[in-house]
Structures are given as C-alpha cells and as structure tokens.
C-alpha cells in the first residue's frame, strides 16, 4: 500500500507532529511506502491564485475552476501544486493530521486542499461521491483538541466532534470518491501528561494498523 501523510502543525515537538511521526513509523514497519507531506516545514502556499499555473486559458479573468480544468487536459499546474498532485494519484491511503483551529483545519492544509484537489484532476465530469475520481482510495483524519472529549460529546458545549469535520469528512474526502475511515482525536492533549500522551500514540498505531479492516463511514 502507498500512504500519504500530510502534516499540519507549526510546532516540530508539539504532540500533533508527534502523531505524524509515529503514524509514518508505524505504516513503514507494518511494509507499507510512505510520503509525508509536512506544509509548514515545506513553508507550503496556501493561497489559490494565478501561481497555480504554469498554463492560462483566460487572461482577461482568473475563474480558478476554468483554469484547473485547463492545467489538467495540458500539464499546466505549477511545479509544487503537480508535485503533490502526483503524491496524492500514487496514494491508496491518505492520513490528513492537523489540530483542530477553530473547529476547523487550519489555514494551510486548507491551502492544500484548494490548490491540490483541483478541477479536473481530484473531480469534474461527474465524478464526485461514488464515482469520485479518487475511488479506491482510503482516508482518514488525526487530530488533536484543546478541549476534552466531554466538550464534543452530544450534549458539550463545542458540539459533536463529527459536525466540526463533516466538512472535511464529506466536502473534501468523500466528495473526491475517498472512503473516509472514523477520524483519530487526542483530547486536550496539552493538559494531560507522559502517560496519557503515551496511551494515545499506542492506540493511534493500533488504529493505524487496522485500517485495511475498518469499516469505512456511512456518508450521505
């Protein structure tokens, strides 16, 4: 199985890298090929533009969608977005890590996303959902809180976790035609210690390798 791993945390020793690194460790020792894609160490763009391209097929107006689809019946994305193009087309499981800011992804995997997921090479032409260009593919989700767990239960005060990464989940992963695994959650990791840092990571690599035999999520 190929994997890739895409990383999305500032800090190197933060608990959130920690996850990153004992997820490529653990999927290398069970014979699986690995990339990891780490955006702030790549000091990755996020922002969507004109830099996407080494194509245009309007110079009059910059319509992101009409320009994709021209990168990708051409060869014209950028050097840096193709890079990652190719890491993702050669990839059978897809590990995004991240923390979750403000209930969301932040901002540069969010950046990956929008340049990498791009028209006419992730989905158009009908393919979306189940016949997504990315059928076959696996996906999964491991993050990290600053609340605990009580906070994102049903009745927390944050919401349900799962409705902060529908989102993420069915807009980005499963709209692709990825199968999107139940997401990996270390709660409030910077208020618990060695011990509890450490159950986690042994869990997290237990998860890890299962997850040729767990089920994927049922998704509209």
């Known amino acids: 199985m190929h994997a890739l791993i895409v990383h999305a945390h500032p800090e190197p020793q933060s608990f959130c890298s920690a996850l990153a690194c004992r997820a490529r460790q653990v999927l290398h020792d ?11 160490a790549m000091k990755w763009d996020p922002v969507s533009s004109r830099s996407n391209f080494t194509s245009v097929c309007d110079a009059g107006y910059f319509k992101p969608q009409l320009e994709e689809r021209h990168a990708a019946a051409t060869g014209g994305f950028a050097p840096d977005v193709q890079a990652e193009m190719d890491k993702l087309a050669r990839a059978d499981f897809l590990l995004l890590n991240f923390p979750l800011w403000w209930f969301s992804v932040p901002a540069i995997l969010k950046g990956w996303i929008d340049r990498v997921f791009a028209m006419g090479f992730a989905y158009g032409g009908g393919r979306v959902y189940e016949t997504g260009a990315f059928r076959g ?74 997850i040729d035999s767990t089920p994927a999520m049922k998704l509209r």
């Open 137 to 210: 593919k696996r996906g999964m989700l491991s993050i990290t809180t600053g609340g605990p767990e009580r906070s994102y239960g049903d009745t927390g005060r944050n919401g349900p976790i799962l409705e902060h990464l529908f989102h993420v989940h069915h807009g980005m992963l499963w709209f692709c035609g990825i199968e999107v695994l139940p997401p990996f959650v270390a709660w409030a990791v910077a208020h618990g210690d060695a011990a509890a840092r450490d159950e986690y990571l042994s869990a997290f690599a237990a998860r890890l390798r299962a």
């Open 30 to 40: 069970a014979g699986h090929d690995v990339q990891m894609s780490d955006l702030y």
